[in-house]
């Protein structure tokens, strides 16, 4: 991470030569400037807009602590290929870490991470030389010990631990579904947890995940049984067995009136009247069911 913060601060230098100072905040540059710094991050960050130039260098602030304390993450192995198979491109690679620091600033152990914290700040408004183009430079002195590292270390690397286990002990319950509802449940948990990683590895295992889950809405069905005349009992099954369902189906019939539908014990029991069913006729029952958007579809036969 030292390495790549230098490489940084180099370009930063070198950059700011071609450029004549229009206005700063300060009557000379602070003596942190251009410089790295035991126990600190001196992060710079250019935009025209003196705003968006605070938001790139606090983005960059974070995602270099993130990179010092994910040394294991695919994520950051990712971001040296694109900048070493682009190197030849400024415009991409910059747009390419823009990109990376949108998930990354809102990871909840980065959220603390404030341009209030920083130990000092310096900005610059620059004119190209050859262009005329005006920007800003936004050159920030943020404190970053090894106590630092070490508490977001810890904080890392167990929410990194939980997000983990939620999508293993989702792989691991798949095959052992008891109740609907847990389906669209595990799914939102994934989901929590596919925002959250950064990596492409975990990503796309995290999406493996939740499209297996969503599937299974495809291997459902609703079974009946006649338990007596214009009296049945309805149960949802998924790949042939049974499962629970707090649910309500719907029912629609174009002879039985009155039709009512009492939970019991994650199933239901339909009753009705039958009175207008023709004994000749193709006397049915539609029922549905929508689960988290997903609709199960049933035709029961009215057998009098």
């Not at 508490?151 to 319950?173: N, P, T, Y």
């Not at 029912?251 to 009136?257: D, G, K, N, Q």
Request: hydrophobic fraction near 35%; glycine fraction near 4%; aromatic fraction near 8%.
């Amino acid at each position: 991470m030292r390495n790549w913060c230098t490489v940084l601060l180099l370009m930063c230098c070198v950059s700011v030569g071609a450029q004549q100072i229009v206005d700063r905040s300060a009557k000379k540059r602070p003596e942190w400037y251009g410089t790295t710094r035991q126990g600190f991050l001196v992060v710079t960050g250019v935009d025209s807009d003196l705003q968006k130039a605070q938001q790139k260098t606090l983005n960059e602030v974070k995602l270099q602590i993130l990179q010092s304390v994910a040394q294991n993450v695919t994520y950051s192995t990712e971001m040296m290929t694109e900048l070493l198979t682009q190197n030849q491109d400024v415009q991409t690679t910059t747009s390419f870490r823009e990109q990376g620091t949108t998930r990354v600033a809102n990871l909840p152990f980065l959220t603390g991470i404030t341009l209030s914290r920083a130990a000092d700040s310096y900005w610059e408004l620059q004119r190209d030389k050859q262009s005329g183009e005006m920007q800003y430079a936004f050159c920030l002195l943020y404190p970053y010990s090894d106590a630092d590292y070490q508490e977001l270390k810890a904080q890392f690397d167990e929410l990194e631990g939980r997000m983990e286990k939620v999508v293993s002990d989702a792989e691991a319950a798949k095959d052992n579904i008891a109740d609907a509802e847990t389906i669209g449940e595990t799914v939102d948990k994934l989901t929590t947890a596919y925002n959250y990683f950064i990596d492409g590895r975990r990503r796309s295992w995290t999406k493996q995940t939740i499209e297996a889950y969503n599937a299974l809405y495809s291997q459902m069905a609703i079974k009946t049984e006649k338990l007596a005349r214009a009296k049945y009992l309805c149960r949802l099954t998924l790949g042939g067995s049974k499962i629970k369902c707090s649910t309500q189906p719907k029912f629609r019939s174009e002879c039985a009136s009155d039709l009512k539908c009492e939970s019991a014990d994650g199933e239901f029991i339909l009753t009705f009247d039958d009175s207008d069913c023709i004994a000749d006729e193709p006397n049915s029952i539609s029922i549905t069911l929508r689960l988290d958007g997903h609709l199960i579809k049933s035709q029961l036969r009215i057998d009098r």
